[in-house]
């Protein structure tokens, strides 16, 4: 049963045999909606990651107006006392609301972090091993906030960036527009309004052909970044160098992931279309029998009930999108960057720090067993030269010897010879005691 369990494994190399790379890229795409849709456990830190349509816009209700002039000058002389009567009050307030405004963004904002880091480590584990072996919710939080402080510091000269562009872009409209209104005595006539509408058009298609790659370019190189900091430990001015270097590298990758996101984004789009369109129209069908029924006291509630069910869909949907969007940019970049392990291999200095030691300590083993047979050589040799040395005396002693025996055998072997006594020498003294002696 646990096997059955098991989403897809992800495939960082080359395609399969027969496959292309349209067919891999397309079976990536299937497999992360697979693991977006079977590990709900990343769906609450997938609404506080990045997603596509995930923006809010907020507009003013249009009109003519708010009344007539004096209405007008009757409001604004009720804010002037307002102002004038409760000025402490009003400032305070506003200061306290901007601080709450602040403390909650910034909570937000690391929360978001904390979830980019933890879900890529977790997403990184399924796609390798096909189910999360090591990670669950807490372990999301906690991974997460490992890197927090590079990933805050990405986030902070990305910002940078893209004020000094709105700067930039301010500062050329400013010198084209502003010299010409500046410059001259107002629009005269016709001649002049067609060409400030001419002169804005050229400005505007300008700036969206320099702006949309500009921004396009920056953020996929964040995009490698920030999974450069999640999964490769990378600091946020590291993670910036690689990212543009991977990307400059990658762009035919980069070309093919943007081809099947625009198809897989318009199969995503009909299908909303196709679920939603009906939705609306029977909650128009229901709102109108309802209404004609029970009037409003039955239809606010209703509807109320209606807005919270569609603003929950909305927040599970946008989850969903969030962690399927953010398992591919996870498999890319790790595609990309060809490494399958991003918690033992770190980046490419690592590994050239890894290779150079293997080699230093090959060199070391090969030049001790150099040496080793060295030194068994020399023992070998002066082992023989003692042995040597020491046979010599044995042979030497062993000559002395058989020349004392040899010696000592032809001292015994030599007769003895008496001597011959005189007639005159038994007349001696000596001889005459000695015969006496014996008798």
Known sequence: MQENKKTPLANYGEPKAGQGW??????????????????????????????????MNFNL???DGFGEEG???????????????????????????????????????????????????????IQEKGEPKTFNFRQVWRKGKEGLGSMLALDLLFAIFHLL??????????????????????????????AVFLGVGVFLVVLAIILIPLLIVLGNVKLIAMVGIALYREKAGEALINGWRKFKGNFKEFLKLFLINIIFGFFLMMVALVLILPLTIFGLFAGIVLFGMGGGVILVPIMVVMVVIVFAIGILVKAFLAIWRWDI?????????????????????????????????????????????????????????????????????????VKKTSTRKAVKRKPVRKKKVSASSKSTPTARKISSKKK
Do not use: C, H
């Not at 562009?165 to 067609?194: E, H, P, R």
């Open 329 to 401: 940019s996870v498999w890319w970049v790790k595609k990309i960057s060809g490494t399958k392990s991003p918690g033992k291999v770190v980046v490419r200095k690592a590994a050239v720090r890894k290779v150079a030691t293997q080699k230093v300590a090959s060199r070391k083993a090969a030049t001790r067993k150099v040496s080793a047979s060295r030194v068994t050589a020399k023992k070998k040799s002066s082992s023989k030269v003692v042995a040597g040395k020491k046979s010599a005396p044995k042979a030497s002693t062993q000559k002395l010897a």
């Open 165 to 194: 562009i709105f700067a930039v872009i301010v500062g050329v409209a400013f010198l084209i527009f502003g010299g010409f209104f500046y410059g001259s005595d107002g629009l005269s006539g016709g001649g002049d309004l067609i």
């Open 22 to 55: 349209f067919g891999q890229y397309f079976e990536a795409f299937k497999n992360s909606l697979i693991r977006a849709w079977r590990w709900k456990f990343l769906w609450f830190w997938g609404i506080f990651l990045p997603a596509a349509g995930s923006r």
């Open 71 to 125: 209405e007008l000058e009757a409001l604004g002389e009720k804010a002037a006392f307002l102002w004038q009567q409760n000025k402490e009050i009003i400032i305070v307030s506003i200061i306290v609301a901007l601080l709450v405004v602040i403390l909650i963004s910034i909570f937000f904002w690391m929360l978001g972090a904390v979830a980019r880091i933890g879900t890529a480590k977790a997403l990184s584990e």
């Open 61 to 63: 209700p249009g009109g």
